[in-house]
C-alpha cells in the first residue's frame, strides 16, 4: 500500500537524531504490521500538496505543535484539502493533530481542553464493533499528547473511542476517514523524551502520573494494524 504522510510537524531537538522524524516513526509503526507497507512524505507547512486524491492509496495526516484554529496559510490549505480528499472518497487516517484537522475540516469543532494537557498512556473505551479492528478489543492504551481536542462531531460521523480525559478519542466518518487523537507512532520511550523536554508546560502531579503510565507499555501495534486494516477496508482502493 502507498499512503501519502501529510506532515505537519517535525521532530523537533535531539529526538530527531535518537528517534528518526516523524516519517520514520510512522514507517516503523506501520511496517511493523505489514513490510510492504510505503510512505512518501508531503510537508505541508511549505506547502507540497497532492496534486490528485489518487495519487497515493491511502493519506496519513500526522500530528503537530499548531493548533487547527490557528492563522497560517499551509494550514487553511490543509483544511480545503482534507474537504476535497473526503469529497473523492480518498481514504484518510488522522493522528492527534491530523484526527483534529479532520474532524474542524469536515464539520466538527476543536477547542482547548478545559483539564489542560493530556499526557501519558491513557486506556480508551471503544464503542460499538467496527469490522476493521482486527483485532477486536473493547480497550486499547497508547500515548497522548494534546492540549486541544475534538468537542464536537461531524454530521454524519461514528464515535469509535472514549478515554477518561477525551471523550471523543476515535471516530470515523463513513469509510473512509479516521481520526485516532492518542499517538500510535509514540514509543513509551520517546513519549519520556517529549515530556521531559516540555516538563515546565506540565503540573507536577500530571507529569509524575504520565510518566508512570509509560512503564506499562501501549497497544500501538493493534492500532497500526487497524490503522491499515481500515485504509485498506474501502472498495475505492480497487476502483
Not at 486499547?140 to 494534546?146: A, E, L
Request: proline share 5%.
Amino acid at each position: 500500500m502507498r499512503i501519502g504522510l501529510l506532515r505537519c510537524d517535525e521532530v523537533g531537538g535531539d529526538r530527531a537524531e535518537r528517534f528518526g522524524g516523524y516519517l520514520d516513526l510512522y514507517a516503523n509503526l506501520l511496517g511493523r504490521v505489514d513490510p510492504e507497507t510505503t510512505l512518501t512524505d508531503y510537508d505541508v507547512t511549505a506547502g507540497q500538496v497532492p496534486s490528485d486524491p489518487a495519487e497515493q492509496d491511502a493519506w496519513l495526516i500526522s500530528g503537530s505543535r499548531a493548533s487547527v484554529y490557528d492563522d497560517e496559510p499551509w494550514l487553511a490549505d490543509l483544511l480545503g484539502l482534507v474537504v476535497r480528499l473526503s469529497a473523492a472518497g480518498a481514504p484518510m487516517v488522522g493522528i492527534c493533530f491530523g484526527h483534529q484537522v479532520l474532524a474542524q475540516a469536515l464539520g466538527g469543532s476543536v477547542e482547548p481542553s478545559d483539564s489542560g494537557w493530556g499526557i501519558g498512556v491513557h486506556q480508551a473505551e471503544v464503542a460499538g464493533g467496527h469490522p476493521w479492528m482486527v483485532p477486536q478489543r473493547q480497550q486499547f492504551g497508547i500515548v497522548y499528547s494534546h492540549r486541544d481536542q475534538v468537542t464536537a462531531l461531524p454530521g454524519y460521523a461514528t464515535l469509535v473511542a472514549s478515554t477518561d480525559h477525551c471523550p471523543i478519542a476515535a471516530f470515523t466518518v463513513g469509510d473512509h476517514v479516521l481520526g485516532i487523537q492518542g499517538h500510535p507512532e509514540f514509543s513509551p520511550e520517546f513519549a519520556a523524551a517529549v515530556y521531559e523536554g516540555r516538563a515546565e508546560m506540565y503540573r507536577a502531579e500530571v507529569f509524575e502520573h504520565a510518566m508512570q503510565t509509560l512503564e506499562h507499555g501501549t497497544d500501538s501495534t493493534d492500532v497500526a494494524a487497524w490503522i491499515l486494516s481500515f485504509l485498506k477496508s474501502t472498495d475505492r482502493l480497487a476502483a
